[in-house]
């Protein structure tokens, strides 16, 4: 995908955070997950802060109409480890790779910021999700913990 097709990828900004929060919100509601605002979900008040004050990254995927259809956050833990979070898609965007290019572009800016795994969690119905990252390579692994929503966790090396 090039800087002058769309749907284009850019670096979020706080701006943004109430269309990331309803883009988020809406595909959590759509799988029977619930929102969490104050605790994991919090991340999205700031996400400047949140996100690149702390090393890391957030992007959208934006429509040429400017509407937001795609995200995901880069979120440091330390160690040259990073969580992969809130990659979302809005589902008439589905089945058209987009799930993969922005997979892609996450492992690729997190090896270029020096991460060497990334981890995320995500809830077992989220069963297309669970299949990309398998087939990414992503393998599951058992956290001390996880958030209220998930049940499931995977890890990638990037070395």
């Known amino acids: 995908m090039s800087a002058d097709t769309w749907p284009r990828l850019r670096f979020a900004t706080n701006e943004d955070s109430e269309a990331i929060t309803n883009?988020?919100?809406?595909?959590?509601?759509?799988?029977?997950?619930?929102?969490?605002?104050?605790?994991?979900?919090?991340?999205?008040?700031?996400?400047?802060?949140?996100?690149?004050?702390?090393?890391?990254?957030?992007?959208?995927?934006?429509?040429?109409?400017?509407?937001?259809?795609?995200?995901?956050?880069?979120?440091?833990?330390?160690?040259?480890?990073?969580?992969l979070r809130k990659m979302y898609l809005r589902l008439a965007y589905r089945g058209k790779g987009l799930g993969k290019f922005l997979l892609d572009d996450a492992v690729a800016r997190a090896k270029k910021m020096g991460f060497e795994r990334i981890v995320l969690e995500t809830a077992s119905v989220l069963k297309e999700a669970i299949g990309l990252y398998r087939s990414y390579g992503f393998v599951e692994y058992h956290p001390d913990h996880l958030s209220a929503r998930c049940d499931q966790a995977y890890e990638l090396s990037l070395r």
């Open 23 to 83: 883009l988020v919100f809406d595909v959590l509601r759509r799988y029977d997950l619930r929102p969490d605002p104050d605790c994991t979900d919090a991340d999205l008040k700031d996400i400047e802060r949140s996100y690149f004050e702390r090393g890391g990254g957030f992007y959208v995927l934006q429509e040429q109409d400017g509407s937001i259809v795609g995200a995901y956050g880069l979120y440091p833990l330390g160690g040259r480890t990073c969580e």
